[in-house]
């Protein structure tokens, strides 16, 4: 059941080590694939205005505290993750580099010609597809093994240290973010709440398909 998943799988197309600067095409290609698709699942679900993600939420809410931009404070709250990786022995790659270059990137394209549907069912579903593909995306460019981008480091840091199944780990992650970026001031909506309890499952049935059909 891949609800119970709790390692990255290993296919002929993942790099041997995440720090590799001279990867297969295969591994580099669906990194970019990965990154692309979850770049397009975080811009639907800004599209949909059925609510913020977790961790811009957080960012909201910390910036109605310390005067300082949702930006910036975005920018100090991924830092704070890729610390984080030292004592959880995670390794960079070029895909923790090419993360924050494609995602924007797809989040931008996807703003400019993606329209927000008017009814508020269409926002709702737009919501949905946004967790499944930022799900999916994240599933497939985690296989690639090129490196994480700081949230999944650190996704994966802490379920090598509990051995927990990787659904619960990213569910226990995104909740706690979302919960103290609320209690701060930050605004939830029904697609943050989506995001927050879908996203370690669509996470995890990416993982496991990757694996059923590449293995």
Same mark, same amino acid.
């Given at each position: 059941?891949?609800?119970?998943?709790?390692?990255?799988?290993?296919?002929?197309?993942?790099?041997?080590? *995440?720090?590799? /600067?001279k990867?297969?095409? #295969?591994?580099?290609? !669906?990194?970019?694939?990965?990154?692309?698709?979850? $770049?397009?699942?975080?811009?639907?679900?800004?599209?949909?205005?059925?609510?913020? #993600?977790?961790? #811009?939420?957080? %960012? @909201? $809410?910390?910036?109605?505290?310390?005067?300082?931009?949702?930006?910036?404070?975005?920018?100090?709250?991924?830092?704070?993750?890729?610390?984080?990786w030292?004592? &959880?022995?995670?390794? /960079? =790659?070029? =895909?923790?580099?090419?993360? %924050?270059?494609?995602? %924007? &990137?797809?989040?931008?394209?996807?703003?400019?010609?993606?329209?927000?549907?008017?009814?508020?069912?269409? @926002?709702?579903?737009?919501? /949905?597809?946004?967790?499944?593909?930022?799900?999916?995306? $994240?599933?497939?460019?985690?296989?690639?093994?090129?490196? %994480?981008?700081?949230?999944?480091?650190?996704?994966?840091?802490l @379920?090598?240290?509990?051995?927990? *199944?990787?659904?619960?780990?990213?569910?226990?992650?995104?909740?706690?973010?979302?919960?103290? +970026?609320?209690?701060? =001031? +930050?605004?939830?909506?029904?697609?943050?709440?989506? !995001?927050? /309890? $879908?996203? =370690?499952?669509?996470?995890?049935?990416?993982?496991?398909?990757?694996?059923?059909?590449? #293995?």
């Amino acid at each position: 059941m891949f609800l119970t998943i709790k390692k990255i799988p290993k296919v002929y197309w993942s790099s041997k080590t *995440p720090l590799n /600067f001279k990867p297969k095409i #295969s591994s580099f290609i !669906f990194l970019c694939f990965g990154l692309a698709l979850f $770049g397009l699942g975080e811009g639907l679900l800004i599209v949909s205005y059925s609510g913020a #993600s977790p961790w #811009s939420v957080l %960012a @909201q $809410g910390i910036s109605l505290k310390v005067n300082l931009s949702i930006g910036f404070l975005t920018f100090l709250i991924s830092v704070c993750a890729l610390l984080l990786w030292i004592p &959880l022995k995670q390794k /960079f =790659g070029i =895909g923790t580099i090419l993360n %924050a270059l494609i995602v %924007a &990137l797809m989040i931008d394209i996807c703003i400019k010609f993606v329209p927000t549907p008017n009814d508020y069912i269409y @926002q709702l579903l737009l919501g /949905f597809i946004a967790v499944f593909t930022v799900g999916m995306g $994240g599933g497939i460019y985690l296989v690639a093994n090129l490196g %994480a981008g700081p949230r999944d480091g650190l996704m994966i840091g802490l @379920q090598e240290k509990t051995n927990l *199944p990787i659904a619960a780990v990213r569910a226990f992650l995104e909740i706690s973010v979302v919960s103290i +970026g609320w209690y701060l =001031g +930050g605004t939830v909506g029904i697609g943050t709440l989506l !995001f927050a /309890f $879908g996203i =370690g499952p669509c996470v995890a049935l990416s993982l496991y398909v990757v694996g059923k059909i590449f #293995s």
